[in-house]
T-cell receptor, first 114, second 114 residues
Framework: AQTVTQSQPEMSVQEAETVTLSCTYDTSESDYYLFWYKQPPSRQMILVIRQEAYKQQNATENRFSVNFQKAAKSFSLKISDSQLGDAAMYFCAQGKNTGNQFYFGTGTSLTVIP | NAGVMQNPRHLVRRRGQEARLRCSPMKGHSHVYWYRQLPEEGLKFMVYLQKENIIDESGMPKERFSAEFPKEGPSILRIQQVVRGDSAAYFC????????????FGQGTRLTVV
């Protein structure tokens, strides 16, 4: 069974600084996808970044980047130059290679301090 | 192109009643996924449907819950004889294809059982 663990229930960062959110996962599949989703108070789930497990290169989307360590089953998210609008719940998720059935972690609540 | 539309946004039901949650996927999307989010938790996968077919229902409770995605019209998640433990936010997501395509989420339906 797939499990996704986020060990930081809450994190805070000063505006313009950098923060890293941790995520580990466990799966027996060899081909899968990893995601970070953001959930602001509106509850809308917004895709932040995705990583294909077969790719060694870490994904990057503007200020967001990941550190994907396949052997360690670790998938952390780094947010650079944090902005007030980054404040939200962040969920790490693992997806099957047969569809968009995701296994989510319990989330990390990120506060951005002005 | 409107996003994934879920209605109602809020639904209150008394114990023993039926709840029907609707999800209209993005235009052109034929793959629909339902998730449940209990308070202070991440989203839990329930069921994956592709037009008129259930592809994966491994996350669906065995009793009282059913889902359909007819040829015409929205996908429906139906909960019969609701109990207090069914109170949660229910999210729908849709995608163009089964894998390697982004899944877009709706804003969810918050079900409260009183």
């Amino acid at each position: 069974a797939q499990t996704v663990t986020q060990s930081q229930p809450e994190m805070s960062v000063q505006e313009a600084e950098t923060v890293t959110l941790s995520c580990t996962y466990d799966t027996s599949e060899s081909d899968y996808y990893l995601f970070w989703y953001k959930q602001p108070p509106s509850r809308q789930m917004i895709l932040v970044i995705r990583q294909e497990a077969y790719k060694q290169q870490n994904a990057t989307e503007n200020r967001f980047s990941v550190n994907f360590q396949k052997a360690a089953k670790s998938f952390s998210l780094k947010i650079s130059d944090s902005q007030l609008g980054d404040a939200a719940m962040y969920f790490c998720a693992q997806g099957k290679n047969t569809g968009n059935q995701f296994y989510f972690g319990t989330g990390t609540s990120l506060t951005v301090i002005p | 192109n409107a996003g994934v539309m879920q209605n109602p946004r809020h639904l209150v039901r008394r114990r023993g009643q039926e709840a029907r949650l609707r999800c209209s996927p993005m235009k052109g999307h034929s793959h629909v996924y339902w998730y449940r989010q209990l308070p202070e938790e991440g989203l839990k996968f329930m069921v994956y449907l592709q037009k008129e077919n259930i592809i994966d229902e491994s996350g669906m409770p065995k009793e009282r819950f059913s889902a359909e995605f007819p040829k015409e019209g929205p996908s429906i998640l139906r909960i019969q004889q609701v109990v207090r433990g069914d109170s949660a936010a229910y999210f729908c997501a849709s995608s163009l294809g089964p894998v390697n395509t982004e899944a877009f989420f709706g804003q969810g339906t918050r079900l409260t059982v009183v």
